[in-house]
């Protein structure tokens, strides 16, 4: 009977044992439970202040030359010199040649042309020609008039019986025979009268044509030299050297290299926020950090539908600056779009949006609490807080995910 009895004590034993085992297994994982529960959660903490805040726009931009020129051949022809891409060049001075050979020598034939009909035109005004007939018609006229005053005297010696009916009659024949001569050295004179005139108007309008034709040759002349309009650099070259071109073939694009503007695109919500003249920051992605300053110069009167959303392009003008920009480069731009004084504000970043609602988290001996507020005003760093926080008060930067409310939080330097 001792023997059962005693596996009965042992039994028993066990069952104790791993009795006590499970209740030290429970109570270290309450323990370690407990411990995790109470571990402080590490934030960053901001300040509710009290001032200025600048009301701004912010957008994603390019930067671009202020002036750029697309250089068109004006004439047909073949290129005999261009500049290279990357070429800087001065105001009015060539980037592009096209041959004139032909002009000049259509320029030189015209010369020669207009210098004949221009001494043809002092010949024909010098009369020579006419001068003579015109003599000839004064001669006549005195003969007709001999004539008419010996047919008058001849008629009294008729009458009185001295000369004779024949004698009469020939001197009334020599009388006729001279009138007609002066009619046909008149009609002479009248005919060549008109043909000078006529001649005089066609050498006149020759003259005026090769003038013409000539201040045309010249212009074209002109043209085969293709200068740049601005100090700036060559950006394209769209040609080679020795090849034909047509009239308005683009040749070469020259676009200023001190003079930049930034160009965004801001939709129907911020556009009304910004005006002519206000001032903004570019900061191009090459040197961040750096800022130039600007103001804006242009806002297009009528959208552009862009990704289904009517976008308005903004052109910022560019002061002066020692930074290296240049165009093509992207930046990030923001207009200051105004400035209200004397408000209570905090960072943007410690901001939380629950439930449609706006929330901050409050730190107050080391607890952070979860507290509804209402906001107004906001730029991309600091926003306007109506109701809800006083100035002093401690928050939450960009809380964490597994940050709750009352949680027990410690405070960490900022990341910079």
């Known amino acids: 009977m001792s023997e059962p009895k005693n596996k009965k004590e042992q039994n028993m034993k066990k069952w104790i044992i791993l009795a006590v085992i499970l209740i030290g297994i429970v109570g270290v994982v309450f323990f370690l439970s407990k411990g995790k529960n109470e571990e402080k959660i590490e934030v960053v903490k901001g300040e509710v202040t009290r001032g200025e805040l600048s009301l701004k726009v912010s957008a994603r931009g390019k930067i671009e030359a202020r002036d750029r020129f697309e250089l068109k051949a004006k004439i047909p022809g073949v290129i005999m010199f261009i500049l290279e891409e990357g070429s800087l060049v001065k105001k009015d001075e060539s980037v592009a040649e096209i041959n004139d050979k032909e002009l000049l020598a259509r320029k030189n034939q015209e010369e020669t042309n207009l210098i004949n009909y221009k001494n043809n035109l002092a010949k024909l005004k010098r009369r020579l020609d006419i001068r003579e007939l015109e003599n000839r018609v004064k001669e006549t006229e005195v003969l007709f008039g001999e004539a008419a005053r010996q047919i008058e005297a001849n008629n009294k010696l008729f009458e009185s019986k001295a000369i004779s009916l024949d004698e009469l009659k020939r001197t009334k024949a020599d009388y006729d025979k001279i009138g007609l001569q002066l009619e046909i050295v008149r009609t002479q004179l009248e005919e060549k009268l ?223």
Not at 329 to 353: F, H, R, W, Y
Not at 383 to 408: F, T
């Open 194 to 416: 008109i043909a000078r005139q006529e001649e005089i108007t066609s050498t006149l309008s020759s003259i005026k044509a090769i003038g013409v034709n000539l201040t045309s040759i010249e212009q074209q002349i002109l043209w085969s030299k293709i200068t740049s309009p601005i100090s700036g650099v060559v950006t394209q070259k769209e040609i080679k050297e020795g090849s034909w071109v047509s009239q308005g073939q683009l040749l070469s694009v020259v676009v200023s290299d001190k003079e930049f503007v930034a160009k965004v695109n801001l939709d129907e919500v911020d556009i009304g926020k910004i005006s002519v003249g206000m001032a903004a920051s570019v900061i191009p992605d090459a040197f961040l950090g750096r800022a130039v300053a600007g103001r804006i110069k242009k806002i297009a009167p009528s959208p552009r539908l862009k990704e289904k959303i009517n976008t308005f392009e903004v052109t910022i003008e560019l002061n002066p600056t020692d930074i290296d920009i240049r165009s093509e480069m992207l930046c990030d731009v923001v207009i200051i779009s105004g400035i209200k004084k004397a408000v209570t504000k905090i960072p943007q970043e410690a901001v939380v949006n629950i439930e449609g609602n706006d929330h901050v988290f409050v730190i107050k001996d080391n607890i952070a609490s979860k507290r509804k507020i209402n906001l107004g005003f906001r730029n991309p760093n600091e926003v306007e807080v109506l109701s809800g926080l006083k100035q002093g008060e401690e928050i939450v930067l960009s809380p964490p995910l597994e940050l709750k409310d009352k949680a027990k939080v410690a405070i960490k330097e900022s990341e910079e």
